[in-house]
């Protein structure tokens, strides 16, 4: 165990080990929220810390211990809602838009052997990016950069309204899988991969999305 630092002598070493707290590497795993967030503490801090008189260091001493025990929180909630990672890694990107840009039936393959070979979270992002990947094929989808999973699965529920329950679980297995500290079961992956292939060989209900009137259509099957 480490011997615990002694407290710091006026206000202005104990923002300095506050800001070298908040910049360890643990914290920046992941830009946007977790950045307001810090950001958001950190000038709650600077302003807890400028009230401080500056010839008493036990009450920057405690301010600091303060400090801590928030980051500590934030960094703890952060991490049980998936927003920091703990351990594992992808060997996959998790991006919607990744490149090189494979068609939804090659994602499907790779998600399928991903699963077959045990690495679950990885069959997980790929089942998704092929299901993205396959409407984004057929038009029923415009992927934007920086697209979330649920934003994806908002988006297909559209021409597939029946679906939406599934495509929300599906987004959730995905930030699982890709985010959090957490990995997804072999029955996750195997239901949004199911789903893909599902969509896939499904006719959309363009009423849904256009408002016209519905139109039969047989459903092309694979091979077909």
């Excluded at 070298?20 to 830009?31: A, H, I, N, R, V």
Aim: hydrophobic letters at 45%; charged letters at 25%; zero cysteines.
């Amino acid at each position: 165990m480490n011997p615990a630092a002694p407290p710091p002598q006026d206000a202005d070493e104990a923002r300095a080990r506050l800001l070298e707290e908040l910049s360890k590497p643990e914290y920046d795993d992941s830009p946007g929220f977790v950045a307001w967030v810090l950001t958001t503490l950190e000038n709650w801090l600077m302003k807890v810390l400028d009230g401080i008189d500056g010839s008493s260091a036990a009450q920057a001493g405690i301010a600091v211990l303060i400090a801590v025990a928030l980051t500590v929180l934030v960094v703890l909630v952060l991490r049980r809602t998936g927003l920091i990672r703990r351990s594992h890694i992808l060997s996959v990107t998790a991006d919607l838009d990744a490149e090189p840009v494979l068609r939804g039936a090659e994602l499907r393959d790779a998600a399928r052997e991903a699963i077959d070979a045990g690495r679950v979270d990885d069959g997980t992002v790929l089942a998704l990016r092929a299901l993205v990947r396959d409407l984004e094929e057929r038009t029923l989808l415009e992927v934007s950069a920086g697209m979330t999973a649920h934003e994806a699965a908002t988006h297909a529920a559209a021409p597939f309204p029946e679906l939406r329950g599934r495509l929300q679980r599906g987004a959730v297995a995905f930030d699982t899988a890709a985010y959090s500290h957490r990995s997804t079961t072999v029955k996750q992956a195997d239901d949004l991969l199911r789903l893909a292939e599902y969509i896939a060989e499904s006719v959309p209900d363009l009423t849904a999305v256009t408002g016209a009137e519905p139109v039969s259509a047989p459903v092309m099957r694979a091979g077909a």
